[in-house]
T-cell receptor, first 110, second 110 residues
């Protein structure tokens, strides 16, 4: 899998937009960028994925740079329930496995 | 809710024993993956099953084995349990690229 780099931790005020960066400079042209999050002791939750266009769903927006070497996950109006570890993952083609790094621990502050 | 269920939720075993964990996939999903998550770490890929055949394996010894049934439900078996096998065991089901995780089974080996 292509390697990803994320900051180990971030804080965000409740109600503000949380912007989580991810670097993936070795990504290949046909590899997707996936984001999952894991709230304490629960199974990882799928958030969003994209190839090269920006994507939006009911949970978040994903902005991928034109060269595809980095991306940003945006939670538009963070709530306390968004406190979690967020993982940026580039699955190998065919999605045989997901390789979880250390992720970013996002803390939403009241 | 992902529609992926796992049983049991918690389990305590002693060293040397054998354990079977179960996973029920989301309806229509023909692929199931298993992950091990030790305390404080990200999930690690154990193996994946596609239409009842193993379709990729991570760096786990042969005492970790699995099965997938015609209804696409799955089992993870671990023989000769060791203390380091204490972890959260996660299964994820998928039809195409995106994997959806269950809540996990927490195994404690004493």
């Amino acid at each position: 899998d292509a390697k990803t780099t994320q900051p180990p931790s971030m804080d965000c005020a409740e109600g503000r937009a949380a912007n989580l960066p991810c670097n993936h400079s070795t990504i290949s042209g046909n590899e997707y960028v996936y984001w999952y999050r894991q709230i304490h002791s629960q199974g990882p939750q799928y958030i969003i994925h994209g190839l090269k266009n920006n994507e939006t769903n009911e949970m978040a927006s994903l902005i991928i740079t034109e060269d595809r070497k980095s991306s940003t996950l945006i939670l538009p109006h963070a709530t306390l329930r968004d406190t979690a570890v967020y993982y940026c993952i580039i699955p190998n083609f065919g999605n045989e496995k997901l390789t979880f790094g250390t992720g970013t621990r996002l803390t939403i502050i009241p | 809710e992902t529609g992926v269920t796992q049983s049991p939720t918690h389990l305590i075993k002693t060293r040397g024993q054998q354990v079977t964990l179960r996973c029920s996939s989301q309806s229509g999903h023909n692929t199931v993956s298993w992950y091990q998550q030790a305390l404080g770490q990200g999930p690690q890929f154990i193996f994946q099953y596609y239409r009842e055949e193993e379709n990729g394996r991570g760096n786990f010894p042969p005492r970790f084995s699995g099965l997938q049934f015609p209804n696409y439900s799955s089992e993870l078996n671990v023989n000769a349990l060791e203390l380091d096998d204490s972890a959260l065991y996660l299964c994820a089901s998928s039809l195409q690229e995106t994997q959806y995780f269950g809540p996990g089974t927490r195994l404690l080996v004493l």
